[in-house]
């Protein structure tokens, strides 16, 4: 089988090819195939020949399989100097071995290595090391550079200290290196000045491998003539009410002109600092301030101002003016009971509406300017504000009702300070000229010659009602017999002025029951508009009660003694005398035959 390794693709690399023992030595193997994406093996021995050039067996290796084209990264460490000592180290054959695990040929590329005896790791030391250059001024940036060097090309860190509290660090990964630092020296301002301040500047710089290599010098600063600015305070005008805002009017002048930081401490927790940039000499500058105290009580107000912006200074240059301020309680608004206009509004039914007029009279002690919020329910919100000042003042709305009801009506008033909330309500019962309904007529059929009806019987009801205003009307109707109420809602059928129910219902059981009627319009006026009517209701069976005295056997043998006429005249006497009895219980003689009828011809075929 031919080969299909690519022998003018073999390549095998070392970083480095002089490299220390205990060190890494990084190898770069390339191959490729002349079949794309073919598998490739590659073998490298990392000490393959021994001194007198035989193989060595006990040689370090690594196999790697992948596909074509191939990259193979590998890292190796020789820990000892080996099979070629030179006069300062080894060297070491690296064998490369690469096949497709096909074919029957496999390739190879060969290269030696050199390994030596590390050198002593030396300390980095400072070539150049930093220098406050001489005359360096207050506030003033001063660039400060060290050249540092390693032999080993370790990786180096520096370290400052300013010797004013502030410090900073350096780092690099090469040698050498140059490390720059710009630092700002501002020593505080003794009375006007006029002296150098000496810091000690110290530096240190390691490799990590060995203690840090000190290096000390002096920063010598030299603070100039200073005079102290000019400070002026005009405090706020009593009386200072709790929750509202005051003012402290300040200005300052600086012989040089130069920038201000104003600091006001109002000792409630709440300190405000300002910054002012450089102005023309001895110009005056304003920077006033305002405040809200929450609390009442007695406070010192510190207003510092210093023509050094930064730090903030606290030293000579610091100007200090105190202010006492006795901050009273605020109280909050004052309400008096809501007015309402007229009294008893009510409706007018042609206009569909009444205007009703809201007053209220409301002040504010502190002459603090107030917030009214009316709610007259619905989402109808409304406010009234008023101009400040401590005068006692009247506050309107209007409002119009299109509907009758209770309404509550509610407000809000306040100063705007928190807690400081006063509501006041009332009820407006909006009525209106609307007339009740009338009941005209609510009566149960008649029964003939019958002041009752019987059991499962029809019982016809007539409602008529009428309304002035024809509203719709609402009618519930209970028979009262644990049956289900007739309802009707949104009446309006009206004819002739009324409107007109008929309803008819059956009682299973005899008794007295009473039906009641309730009708309302829904409406809200001088009347009760909601009227519960009731009409009694006899449900019974009737008891026939008849007195037979005489049978007609007994006319019979009077007959036989007074002859067929006198017995003729009585039979008819007695009929009469029966059909009255049945119809004073509410029943026909006719009604009574057949009553009889049935009953006997129950009780045959029993």
Known sequence: MSASVDPNSLTLTASPTRGYVGYNVTFYANGSSYNPGADLNITIFYDYYLSDFSINPESPVTV?????????????VYNQLGNFTDTEGSSYWVVMFVDDGESNETFAVQFYVSIYVPPVNQPPWMVLPPVCPPGARRGEPQTLQALVQDNESDPITMFWDFGDGTNATNYSATSPVTFTQVHTWTPPIIGDGMYNATYYLNTSVTDGLHPRVNFSSIASIQVPFFLTPSVEVTPPSPPIVQGKPILFAVNASSYYGDPFTWTFDFSDGYVVVFHTNATAPQQLVWQNATHTFAEAGSYTVNISVTDSVIPYQTGDHNQTISIPVNVQANTPPKLFPIGMSPSAPKINESMGYVNVTFTIQAYDTDGDVMTLTWDFGGGDIRTNTSSGGTDLASYIQVVRFNETGNFTISLTATDGIPGHEVEASRYANITSDNHAPVLVLFDKGQTIERDFAMP????????????????????????????TPMTWTNLTDYVDGNITLHVTHAYVEKGKYTATLVVTDNKVGSYNHTMT??????????????HQNWDWWDYTSLGLFLMIPVLSIGYTLENRRRRKQIEEHGMSYDEWKLMKEVMSEGLDKQ
């Open 64 to 76: 790697n399989h992948t596909t074509s084209p191939a990259f193979v990264k590998q890292t190796h």
């Open 456 to 483: 499962n019987e029809t019982v016809n009801i007539t409602i008529i009602l009428t309304d002035r205003e024809r509203d719709p009307l609402d009618v519930t109707l209970d028979f009262g017999d644990n049956s």
């Open 533 to 546: 009517f009731v009409l009694p209701i006899k449900v019974d069976v009737p008891r026939v009660i008849v």
